[in-house]
């Protein structure tokens, strides 16, 4: 690289400057989001220290070719400059346009993903599950490829055999079959999970021993938030029975104890009617979608006669209306002096 005067000089540093910030921000945001695609949160600090070698390469490389344009006698600095200017001119500007491509193509998923339509509504719907998923599944998967590609396409553009590189990988694969073998059935396991729409992003399921939200999912894992605000990395692959809470409807099952000394025909009556007071509130009957049904006496207790009514919801609607069920019967209980347990 050659360069006759100051002015032209200065004009070339500033582009291998403006260049070396933004191929070192560029190339750490995308390991940033290649390791938000992994199961585990441990792995963070591995993408981040490959985040701080990629912005280490990129400064020297950046200092190299400061050094070749301002002719300064530092070694071997200067020489690797002249060498990179050299590689600069016959194969780095087409693999600086393909990282652009590739970095460009990234960016752009989010705002191509923005434009599939999902229904609004106040109401917790299928269709938006099934719409929030399939995005969520998209994004994942056009990132993974756009990263693959791309690299693809840069490690060919330095003269490797891309053939023989996959061919290689594929060989070292069957070496390493055994493992892969989960994450094979992984990604088979969430495909029919998806193509069967078993559930989706915002439903709420139980798989196992574990209960919550579904926030995130793709074809490989199953990202659950419980009640706690834990969050549980799932592979698909490992679930096997799945409870799905959130599904077309939802109930909720109240028992309320009854003191064996209290009249239980009164006490029916009572619970019978806040049962039907409660279902024809005009503030909660929206989240109704069939009338109580008031099963009567349920177990015969040692300590108590346990009353149950069960309501239908819409989805997710469940827990909130047995909570205000419960406060209700409490205080219409007090009111009318029907004793239970706690107050005999």
């Given at each position: 690289?050659?360069?006759?005067?100051?002015?032209?000089?200065?004009?070339?540093?500033?582009?291998?400057?403006?260049?070396?910030?933004?191929?070192?921000?560029?190339?750490?945001?995308?390991?940033?989001?290649?390791?938000?695609?992994?199961?585990?949160?441990?792995?963070?600090?591995?993408?981040?220290?490959?985040?701080?070698?990629?912005?280490?390469?990129?400064?020297?490389?950046?200092?190299?070719?400061?050094?070749?344009?301002?002719?300064?006698?530092?070694?071997?600095?200067?020489?690797?400059?002249?060498?990179?200017?050299?590689?600069?001119?016959?194969?780095?500007?087409?693999?600086?346009?393909?990282?652009?491509?590739?970095?460009?193509?990234?960016?752009?998923?989010?705002?191509?993903?923005?434009?599939?339509?999902?229904?609004?509504?106040?109401?917790?719907?299928?269709?938006?599950?099934?719409?929030?998923?399939?995005?969520?599944?998209?994004?994942?998967?056009?990132?993974?490829?756009?990263?693959?590609?791309?690299?693809?396409?840069?490690?060919?553009?330095?003269?490797?055999?891309?053939?023989?590189?996959?061919?290689?990988?594929?060989?070292?694969?069957?070496?390493?079959?055994?493992?892969?073998?989960?994450?094979?059935?992984?990604?088979?396991?969430?495909?029919?999970?998806?193509?069967?729409?078993?559930?989706?992003v915002g439903d709420v399921i139980t798989v196992g021993a574990l209960t919550g939200t579904v926030e995130r999912f793709n074809l490989r894992i199953t990202v659950l938030r419980d009640v706690e605000g834990r969050v549980h990395f799932l592979p698909n692959s490992g679930?096997?029975?799945?409870?799905?809470?959130?599904?077309?409807?939802?109930?909720?099952?109240?028992?309320?104890?009854?003191?064996?000394?209290?009249?239980?025909?009164?006490?029916?009556?009572?619970?019978?009617?806040?049962?039907?007071?409660?279902?024809?509130?005009?503030?909660?009957?929206?989240?109704?979608?069939?009338?109580?049904?008031?099963?009567?006496?349920?177990?015969?207790?040692?300590?108590?006669?346990?009353?149950?009514?069960?309501?239908?919801?819409?989805?997710?609607?469940?827990?909130?209306?047995?909570?205000?069920?419960?406060?209700?019967?409490?205080?219409?209980?007090?009111?009318?002096?029907?004793?239970?347990?706690?107050?005999?």
């Open positions: 690289m050659q360069a006759n005067t100051l002015p032209w000089q200065a004009l070339l540093g500033l582009g291998v400057v403006s260049l070396t910030l933004w191929l070192g921000r560029t190339g750490a945001r995308l390991l940033n989001q290649a390791g938000r695609l992994t199961a585990m949160q441990g792995d963070d600090r591995y993408w981040r220290i490959l985040g701080f070698v990629w912005w280490g390469m990129t400064l020297l490389g950046g200092l190299s070719l400061l050094t070749e344009i301002f002719r300064l006698p530092l070694e071997p600095f200067r020489t690797w400059g002249h060498q990179l200017s050299q590689w600069l001119g016959s194969r780095g500007l087409t693999g600086l346009l393909i990282l652009a491509s590739a970095s460009l193509g990234y960016r752009l998923i989010p705002m191509l993903l923005g434009r599939i339509p999902i229904v609004a509504s106040p109401e917790f719907t299928r269709q938006q599950v099934r719409s929030q998923t399939l995005k969520a599944v998209l994004d994942s998967g056009l990132r993974t490829l756009v990263l693959v590609i791309g690299g693809l396409f840069f490690l060919s553009n330095l003269g490797l055999n891309v053939t023989a590189l996959l061919a290689g990988v594929g060989v070292a694969g069957l070496a390493v079959s055994f493992a892969a073998q989960n994450l094979i059935r992984d990604l088979i396991n969430g495909f029919f999970i998806l193509l069967e729409d078993q559930f989706g679930i096997t029975v799945v409870s799905v809470l959130s599904r077309d409807w939802a109930r909720a099952v109240v028992d309320v104890p009854v003191s064996w000394k209290e009249d239980l025909e009164r006490a029916l009556e009572a619970f019978r009617d806040e049962a039907e007071r409660f279902y024809q509130d005009p503030q909660w009957r929206p989240k109704f979608s069939a009338p109580p049904d008031v099963q009567g006496v349920q177990q015969l207790a040692n300590e108590a006669i346990v009353l149950r009514v069960l309501f239908t919801t819409k989805p997710k609607e469940q827990w909130e209306v047995g909570r205000e069920f419960r406060r209700r019967i409490a205080e219409r209980f007090g009111r009318e002096a029907i004793k239970t347990p706690a107050t005999q």
